[in-house]
């Protein structure tokens, strides 16, 4: 089955305690994203890769780092996790380019929350 | 990018016709509307996109306007599982379009038994 597999789904941790939240997809897709979902703020983008060794921030890259090494993994990173960044956290991917760089596939969310 | 307006809710009854409307009157030519929706707190889905004509495939149909300046989502048989907020997005279709797909609010359906 085609799909974008995070892992944990639940995480509590304590401020200061890295962790890393991990993201891999099986449909061979250039393209992957993170997203935070807050009550109020819609989601919002972390950070993208247009291919590996390509990253690049979005709108809210502050406190998360990530890496492309391989095609179908795209970890995201809190060094130094804070009580702001507690959040809904989904990985998307799609193929490029044309139409079809839009039609994203949402992993099922992981639900972060710092102590 | 195109600026999108949709009502924040909307009620439909069980088995009739959802119709989702959406306003993106400063779209642009090369600008394709992509539709997504969200069931309570899973990753959204994919609906269906279009960039002039009507579209229709196993979800719902897409119908925009000749000036494009609007477009209806309509889920033609309504269930309860389509209660979910969607999402009307317009984008260039291009690996630039896809770097920062912007989700708005949305609007949040109800289906009624």
């Known amino acids: 089955e085609a799909q974008v597999t995070q892992n944990p789904r639940y995480l509590i941790t304590v401020t200061g305690k890295k962790l890393t939240v991990t993201c891999s997809q099986n449909m061979n897709h250039e393209y992957m994203s993170w997203y935070r979902q807050d009550p109020g703020l819609g989601l919002r983008q972390i950070y993208y890769s247009m291919n590996v060794e390509v990253t690049d921030k979005g709108d809210v890259p502050e406190g998360y780092k990530v890496s492309r090494k391989e095609k179908r993994n795209f970890p995201l990173i809190l060094e130094s996790p804070s009580p702001n960044q507690t959040s809904l956290y989904f990985c998307a991917s799609s193929k490029m380019p044309g139409a079809g760089a839009n039609v994203l596939t949402f992993g099922a969310g992981s639900r972060l929350t710092v102590l | 990018d195109a600026k999108t307006t949709q009502p924040p809710s909307m009620d439909c009854a069980e088995g009739r016709a959802a119709n989702l409307p959406c306003n993106h009157s400063t779209i642009s030519g090369n600008e394709y509307v992509y539709w997504y929706r969200q069931i309570h707190s899973q990753g959204p889905q994919y609906i269906i996109h279009?960039?002039?004509n009507n579209e229709t495939n196993e979800m719902a149909s897409l119908i925009i306007t000749e000036d494009r300046k609007s477009s209806t989502l309509i889920l033609p048989h309504a269930t309860l599982r389509d209660t979910a907020v969607y999402y009307c997005i317009v984008r260039v279709a291009s690996p630039q379009g896809a770097q920062k797909l912007v989700f708005g609010q949305g609007t949040r359906l109800t289906i009624n038994p």
């Open positions: 279009g960039l002039k």
